[in-house]
C-alpha cells in the first residue's frame, strides 16, 4: 500500500481566487489522480497526472481551470483555478499501479473547499 | 460517464447483523475494487479482487469477482458500530488506462 498525504486539509476561498492543494506519496508511484467529490456523491475523475508531461484531462474539465504539475514519482499538485461557489467540493488525490497491484489505488485524506 | 449500477443504495441494520451490497455492470471488468469512506476522510481500499471467481476476505468481509466478470459482492458478518460508513464499488475495464469506474456508494447505518 502507500500512505498519502494532501495539504490543506481544508480551506474557505473568496471567488476569483486560486487555491493549489499538494499531494504526497510516500513511496514512488507510476499513476497519480485527482479526483472531486460532492457531498453524498460519488468520485469524479478530474485528470490523471503524468510525470514529466502534460496532465490527461476527463471530459468537461480543462487544464486553465485545473492546472496539475507531477514533477516526480511522489508529488503532484491540483490548482482549483478563479474559483466560484460551484468549485466547492472534496477534492481527492490517489496513487496507482504499485508493484504487484497495478489497478489498485490508494487516497489521501481530502482536501474540503469551500468557496464563497 | 460510466457508472457501477451499486445496491443497495442504503441500509440500516442492528449491530450483530451480517450485511451484503452488490455492484454490477453492462461490461467486463478486469479488477474490482471495494472501499469504505468515512466522513471526511478519504476511501480506504477494504478488498481487491483480480481473477474472475476468486474470493477473498479480510477479517470480517468477504468479497467475490463474479465469473462473468460483470458483477462483485461483499458482504460483512457480525456487523459493528464503526463499520458505518458509505461503501464504494470501483472497477477497472480492459482498455480504460487504469482509471476507476465507480459505483454510487451504500450507505450503512448500524444500530447499536
Known amino acids: 500500500s502507500a500512505v498519502i498525504s494532501q495539504k490543506p486539509s481544508r480551506d474557505i476561498c473568496q471567488r476569483g481566487t486560486s487555491l493549489t492543494i499538494q499531494c504526497q506519496v510516500d513511496s514512488q508511484v507510476t499513476m497519480m489522480f485527482w479526483y472531486r467529490q460532492q457531498p453524498g456523491q460519488s468520485l469524479t475523475l478530474i485528470a490523471t497526472?503524468?510525470?514529466?508531461?502534460?496532465?490527461?484531462?476527463e471530459s468537461g474539465f480543462v487544464i486553465d481551470k485545473f492546472p496539475i504539475s507531477r514533477p516526480n514519482l511522489t508529488f503532484s499538485t491540483l490548482t482549483v483555478s478563479n474559483m466560484s461557489p460551484e468549485d466547492s467540493s472534496i477534492y481527492l488525490c490517489?496513487?496507482?499501479?504499485?508493484?504487484?497491484?497495478?489497478?489498485?489505488?490508494?487516497f489521501g485524506p481530502g482536501t474540503r473547499l469551500t468557496v464563497l | 460517464g460510466q457508472q457501477l449500477n451499486q445496491s443497495p443504495q442504503s441500509m440500516f441494520i442492528q449491530e450483530g447483523e451480517d450485511v451484503s451490497m452488490n455492484c454490477t455492470s453492462s461490461?467486463?471488468?478486469?479488477?474490482w475494487l471495494w472501499y469504505k469512506q468515512d466522513p471526511g476522510e478519504g476511501p480506504v481500499l477494504l478488498i481487491a479482487l483480480y481473477k474472475a471467481g476468486e474470493l477473498t476476505s479480510n477479517g470480517r468481509l468477504t468479497a467475490q469477482f463474479g465469473i462473468t466478470r460483470k458483477d462483485s459482492f461483499l458482504n460483512i458478518s457480525a456487523s459493528i458500530p464503526s463499520d458505518v460508513g458509505i461503501y464504494f464499488c470501483?472497477?477497472?475495464?480492459?482498455?480504460?488506462?487504469?482509471?476507476?469506474?465507480w459505483g454510487l456508494g451504500t450507505s450503512l447505518a448500524v444500530n447499536p
Open positions: 490517489s496513487a496507482g499501479a504499485l508493484a504487484g497491484s497495478t489497478d489498485t489505488q490508494y
Open positions: 497526472a503524468n510525470q514529466g508531461s502534460e496532465a490527461t484531462y
Open positions: 461490461s467486463i471488468f478486469n479488477t
Open positions: 470501483a472497477g477497472v475495464n480492459a482498455g480504460n488506462n487504469r482509471k476507476l469506474i
